[in-house]
Nanobody
């Protein structure tokens, strides 16, 4: 069982930056593909970005491409989401997720473990 704990959320203004972190409890963290999702009330969980176990491959939603960067440090069991040029529509609870599968997918069902989420609010 992998436990994931997100941090780094907060209240920022449009145009600002934030870096989210997600620490995994599992020593085999480096074998998991990792993803970030976000969700607002009344809407389905939305894919943001994913990264392969090695960090060599990444995949982004069109809505964040060029603004967000996903990365990982396997030595620290941590995956990051650097968010730049934030917009009010980026406001959501952000979740990290781990998948035992190697391919990168945007479907929530592809992921096996989830964190509790961290709130990001972007004011205009």
């Amino acid at each position: 069982q992998v436990q994931l704990v997100e941090s780094g959320g907060g209240l920022v203004q449009a145009g600002d930056s934030l870096r989210l972190s997600c620490v995994a409890s599992e020593r085999t963290f480096s074998s998991y593909a990792m993803g970030w999702f976000r969700q607002t009330p009344g809407k389905e969980r939305e894919f943001v970005a994913a990264i392969s176990w090695s960090g060599d491959n990444t995949y982004y939603a069109d809505s964040v491409k060029g603004r967000f960067t996903i990365s990982r440090d396997n030595a620290k069991n941590t995956v990051y989401l650097q968010m730049n040029s934030l917009k009010p529509e980026d406001t959501a609870v952000y979740y990290c997720a781990a998948s035992r599968r190697t391919a990168l997918r945007s479907t929530p069902a592809w992921y096996d473990y989830w964190g509790q989420g961290t709130q990001v609010i972007v004011s205009s």
